[in-house]
T-cell receptor
């Protein structure tokens, strides 16, 4: 099976712009989670989508939003970019079956805000 | 609330030496625990997971971890370090009430030739 894919891999934006990142989960996986990774804060949970519904949400401002489509693909959007939004954004998918779910990660999108 | 703590943000070992990366968890119920590895400019790759089937869990690349309830620990070990093991390692716990994962702050492993 193909792994989790994320596009684009690298992105450069300026302050005030908005950005949309895309994640395609492993085939058959219905849950998609998003994380922000920075050197200072480590891995921080943004949100999780399951069957097109946001099921969990981390402690991020409303500028960070996401959605999931019927084919389980997910997008996250960041509006009014700030310098501090520069980070590696990771997407993870899981099957959500019983209690032994494992998250499988994509390679990430490296966002640089200038 | 569940959480994991990784002791030591940086660990250095000589090639061929034992690797020991520490992780302690906080959970009121039996947890689901994971170790992931991240190489530069890549995503996280699953090394191994504990799901209560066996306390000693073997993973990929010769790594293993032992679940010790009495010590609330899930330390990662490898008998003999290889240069290719140099990476960032993350311990994680999965919520019992959903699919949310909580990650430790990571341990950067350096292997000295």
């Amino acid at each position: 099976k193909a792994g989790v894919t994320q596009t684009p891999r690298y992105l450069i934006k300026t302050r005030g712009q908005q950005v949309t990142l895309s994640c395609s989960p492993i085939s058959g996986h219905r849950s998609v989670s998003w994380y922000q990774q920075t050197p200072g804060q480590g891995l921080q949970f943004l949100f999780e989508y399951f069957s097109e519904t946001q099921r969990n949400k981390g402690n991020f401002p409303g500028r960070f939003s996401g959605r999931q489509f019927s084919n389980s693909r997910s997008e996250m959007n960041v509006s009014t970019l700030e310098l501090g939004d520069s980070a590696l954004y990771l997407c993870a998918s899981s099957l959500v079956q019983g209690g032994q779910d494992t998250q499988y990660f994509g390679p990430g999108t490296r966002l640089t805000v200038l | 609330a569940q959480s994991v703590t990784q002791l030591g943000s940086h660990v250095s070992v000589s090639e061929g030496a034992l690797v020991l990366l520490r992780c302690n968890y906080s959970s009121s119920v039996p947890p689901y625990l994971f170790w992931y590895v991240q190489y530069p400019n890549q995503g996280l790759q699953l090394l191994l997971k504990y799901t209560s089937a066996a306390t000693l869990v073997k993973g990929i690349n010769g790594f293993e971890a032992e679940f010790k309830k009495s010590e609330t620990s899930f330390h990662l070990t490898k008998p003999s370090a290889h240069m290719s093991d140099a990476a960032e390692y993350f311990c994680a716990v999965r919520s019992n009430t959903g699919n949310q994962f909580y990650f430790g702050t990571g341990t950067s492993l350096t292997v000295i030739p």
